[in-house]
Nanobody, 117 residues
């Protein structure tokens, strides 16, 4: 059964840090581009960061210099290190996988991140 399971969300004060994790089950992890998306109320889901099987990384302009995406192929896990967070980072964060060969996408259930003092 294919599953992407996010963890690490929560409530953080502005300027703080948070690390999200996404564990993958049932996919050939090393041949998937892994990504983090987010969606806040009233807005469309948007790409935050992605990392290809070869390690190429893409960030949304809003998070460049603050967030870092990484992957551990041995642990079938992708991470999102969030530093210097801002209230506008508040959203549900979703893990995404896309097969390099079939382009099929999978989604996790999402984890809430709230930035507030």
């Amino acid at each position: 059964q294919v599953r992407l399971v996010e963890s690490g969300g929560g409530l953080v004060q502005p300027g703080g840090s948070l690390r999200l994790s996404c564990a993958a089950f049932g996919i050939v992890f090393e041949t998937n581009t892994m990504g983090w998306y987010r969606q806040s109320p009233g807005n469309q889901r948007e790409l935050v960061a992605s990392i290809t099987p070869s390690g190429d990384i893409n960030y949304a302009d809003a998070v460049k210099g603050r967030f870092t995406i990484s992957r551990d192929n041995a642990k079938l896990t992708v991470y999102l290190q969030m530093n210097s967070v801002k209230p506008e980072d508040t959203a549900v964060y979703y893990c995404n996988s896309e097969s390099h060969y079939t382009k099929r996408q999978r989604w996790g259930q999402g984890t809430q991140v709230t930035i507030s003092s």
